[in-house]
Every structure is written in C-alpha cells, then in structure tokens.
C-alpha cells in the first residue's frame, strides 16, 4: 500500500520570500509518481508539477520545484518569490506502478501568503 | 484541448432522496475517470475509477454507486443519501500515461 503523509497542517510566508511543503511517501513499488496540486479556495484542483521515481534531476515548473530525495523518500514542495495568489491548500499525491491508474493523496497543507 | 465538467456545482438534498452527479470530458478518448470524495478540510479520498465503458471499481464500501454509459461519461448516484455524504466531489481523467489528473470544477454536496 502507498502512503502519503504531509506533516504541516498550516504554513505561512511572506509575500516575494521562497517556502517550503514538506511530503513523505511510503510505497514497496520501485517506479512511481509524486504530484503537487494547489486547491484555490474555488475548490477546483490545479496541477503543479510531477516527479517520476526514475527522474535523475529534480523537476522545476517555473516558480515551483520539487526537491526529490528518494532515500529519504521525500518530496517537498519549493515555491519561490510567493505571490498573494499562491494562497491555497497544497496537496501532495503519488501513484505505484502496480496502480498508475489510482493517486494516493496527503492531507494537505494550508499556505497562506502575507502582504 | 481536452476540457471536463461536472454539474451540478452545488446541491443541497434531504437524507433518504437520491443522487446524481455527472461528469463529462472532451477532447480525448478512452481516458480513464475516478470520482473523489473531500470531506470538510481533509484530502482526497478515491470512491470509483473507470478504465473503460462499464468497468467501474469501487475502492471504499459506501451508500454510493457509479455507472461509465458513455466512453467520455461518468455518473456518480446514490439511492438514498446519509449525512455522511455530504461533502466536495471531484471528477477526474487521466491519460494512464504518468497518471497526472486532470479535475473538474466540483460538485458540494450538503445532505440535511
């Protein structure tokens, strides 16, 4: 079974400094998949960035990145120069091989960006 | 491009009424489609996914069911609606490729 755990119910950081969004994962399959997706307060789900368990270099997507250290099975979240509209709930997901059909979702983290 | 929708955005239904949500997706065929659960400030719980037109798999005993009629159509229902239901539903499809979702706008549902 894969597990995902996301430690911090709530974070925040001021508006134009970089933050953090710590993810661990738990899964017996060697190939798999990380996601972030941020959830506005709209309620709609919006994809962020994607990881592959086989990817030698850490995945960027403009300001997001995701720092991958696949010993200590993390996957954080790295949102740099944070803008007010980065205020939202952050979840990270993760999919096994064996079930690339399902993704596995943490609880969340709320971000919130001050002025 | 590729577009879903659900509908409706918002519902309020008495306890024991039944439920229809739909979800739709364009641009794209033979995607597979799962329906999520989020309860009030918690994650995503996986109900059903569809890997094609009548397969439908149920991850989580529940008052709820869901039917693929239609390759780009995905219904959720239920007969007779609990409190426990209520929540915020979300209808995906993916490629099968990387597994990546792609969500609709979601569905709240409140039962009273």
């Known amino acids: 079974a894969q597990k995902i755990t996301q430690t911090q119910p709530g974070m925040f950081v001021q508006e134009k400094e970089a933050v953090t969004l710590d993810c661990t994962y738990d899964?017996?399959?060697?190939?798999?998949?990380l996601f972030w997706y941020k959830q506005p307060s709209s309620g709609e789900m919006i994809f962020l960035i994607y990881q592959g368990s086989y990817d030698q270099q850490n995945a960027t997507e403009g300001r997001y990145s995701l720092n991958f250290q696949k010993a200590r099975k993390s996957a954080n979240l790295v949102i740099s120069a944070s803008q007010l509209g980065d205020s939202a709930m952050y979840f990270c997901a993760m999919n096994s091989g064996g079930s690339n059909y399902k993704l596995t979702f943490g609880k969340g983290t709320l971000l919130t960006v001050n002025p | 491009s590729q577009t879903i929708h659900q509908w409706p955005a918002t519902l309020v239904q008495p306890v024991g009424s039944p439920l229809s949500l739909e979800c739709t997706v364009e641009g794209t065929s033979n995607p597979n489609l799962y329906w999520y659960r989020q309860a009030a400030g918690r994650g995503l719980q996986l109900l059903f996914y569809?890997?094609?037109?009548?397969?439908i798999s149920s991850e989580v005993p529940q008052n709820l069911s869901a039917s693929r009629p239609q390759d780009r159509q995905f219904i959720l229902s239920s007969k007779k609606l609990l409190l426990s239901d209520s929540g915020f539903y979300l209808c995906?499809?993916?490629?099968?490729?990387?597994?990546?979702?792609?969500f609709g706008e979601g569905s709240r549902l409140t039962v009273l």
């Open positions: 995906a499809w993916s490629t099968g490729d990387t597994g990546e979702l792609f």
């Open positions: 899964t017996s399959d060697p190939s798999y998949g």
């Open positions: 569809s890997v094609g037109i009548g397969q």
